[in-house]
């Protein structure tokens, strides 16, 4: 794994989402806009958004940037992109280095407008310091790039790529305690929820807005999170050779 080789690909990346303004607007201002009417549909009742809008806060960038990595990573694959880089002397774990890093600079950007929104300007009333919730969306950011990285290898059409969106981040909506605590759904639910990684984003954000100081619950979380990305990035190298064989 060379350095200049991942920046040059991380550069090359961001030269291309420059370029494509849409792609930009889903990434950056959707989940702004998401927490903005959010915030507004509880107009009358502001505990309520208090109560879920950090976890939405976590949640919606890790959504938008799932759809966003996938449907870009395919399309280099399907445009023969990957096949012409991969036939140069770039390691995959290069390619996949500089798709991560290329899309975290965007989730870094991404996550800062929306913690920022919520807390400074939303109003959310957040007990422990609005830079931890910056750091657990900024992990849900990064995951969802790994996962959108990963299930590109699947699909063979943009269409497809936004048909493993119910596969892989509904599921994990429904059982990250969002709609109601973990412990409180049937033993087999709880124990799927206790390996899908949105239920620790979902657990560290709620740390966040209920403890002053730094949690080991809350250490657990960012580490689970941050991990299940690694991981999945991993997935993602290891599946790159069969799709541009």
């Known amino acids: 794994m060379s350095s200049a080789r991942t920046l040059a690909t991380a550069a090359r990346v961001l030269r291309q989402l420059r370029h494509d303004p849409r792609s930009i607007a889903l990434m950056l201002l959707v989940p702004c806009l998401m927490l903005f009417l959010?915030?507004?549909?509880?107009?009358?009742?502001?505990?309520?958004?208090?109560?879920?809008?950090?976890?939405?806060?976590?949640?919606?960038?890790?959504?938008?940037?799932?759809?966003?990595?996938?449907?870009?990573?395919?399309?280099?694959?399907?445009?023969?992109?990957?096949?012409?880089?991969?036939?140069?002397?770039?390691?995959?774990?290069?390619?996949i280095a500089g798709y991560a890093l290329a899309f975290g600079l965007l989730a870094v950007v991404q996550s800062t407008l929306a913690t920022g929104l919520a807390v400074w300007f939303l109003g959310l009333d957040v007990i422990g310091s609005p830079w931890l919730l910056l750091l657990v969306a900024l992990l849900d950011a990064l995951l969802g790039t790994a996962l959108g990285l990963f299930v590109s290898a699947f699909a063979a059409s943009e269409f497809q790529a936004v048909q493993f969106m119910p596969a892989v981040i509904f599921p994990q909506l429904l059982l990250c305690g969002l709609f109601t605590p973990r412990d409180r759904m049937a033993p087999a639910l709880e124990a799927i929820s206790d390996v899908l990684p949105m239920s620790y984003a979902v657990d560290g954000m709620n740390q966040v807005l209920r403890h002053t100081d730094v949690t080991g619950d809350f250490i657990r979380d960012a580490v689970v999170v941050a991990g299940c990305a690694l991981l999945v990035l991993g997935l993602g190298a290891a599946t790159l050779r069969r799709r541009t064989a």
């Open 38 to 95: 959010l915030r507004y549909v509880f107009d009358g009742s502001p505990g309520t958004f208090d109560n879920i809008g950090a976890s939405l806060l976590g949640i919606f960038p890790l959504i938008t940037m799932f759809l966003v990595t996938s449907i870009a990573t395919l399309r280099e694959r399907t445009s023969g992109t990957l096949e012409r880089l991969l036939a140069m002397p770039l390691g995959k774990a290069d390619l």
